[in-house]
């Protein structure tokens, strides 16, 4: 963890929701978060706003319509998988709502393709030097992420590959 400058604000974008499961509450509470990003939005009037993860993205798009501020929606997910209709529109009609769409791969930028022309490779950050020459140690490959979204994290593709790759460097 590491402390957050003092000139950032942490804001609670969710107002107070309803626990009630039925139709109409999930609308109500669609829509006061919808009007919750609005408002705080149009207040702090900031020169660009950022979001992260597909459902947040979709929030943020649609609550900044017709809001001068540039929004940046940050993907951290393959785009290679399988879609159903309502998360097909998210990635690829709404996103094109934002003034930026960050990805991580060279990969996802070429299967996008010209499906979003606003996206731009950003990969994750590396806290460490990368090593260069071969490893003293044991040679291990490790895939970590949420397995209830295995889909979403590319695990199938890496077990698909896996056959080709692992009688390359035994």
Not at 152 to 170: A, E
């Amino acid at each position: 963890a590491y402390e957050l400058d003092s000139r950032v604000s942490i804001i609670d974008l969710y107002p107070k929701r309803s626990d009630k499961r039925n139709i109409a509450s999930k609308v109500r509470n669609r829509l006061r978060t919808y009007s919750r990003i609005r408002q705080i939005v149009k207040e702090i009037k900031p020169d660009v706003a950022t979001s992260f993860m597909l459902g947040l993205n979709t929030e943020v798009l649609i609550s900044t319509i017709n809001i001068k501020t540039p929004i940046i929606a940050s993907e951290h997910s393959t785009f290679d998988i399988k879609y159903s209709p309502i998360k097909y529109i998210k990635r690829f009609h709404i996103n094109k709502l934002a003034a930026f769409v960050t990805i991580l791969t060279q990969y996802d930028y070429e299967f996008i393709g010209d499906r979003l022309k606003n996206k731009i490779i950003m990969p994750n950050p590396l806290s460490f030097d990368i090593c260069e020459g071969k490893d003293q140690r044991e040679q291990v490959v490790l895939a970590a992420g949420s397995i209830d979204r295995w889909e979403g994290k590319g695990f199938d593709n890496l077990i698909r590959v896996w056959g080709t790759v692992s009688p390359k460097f035994p």
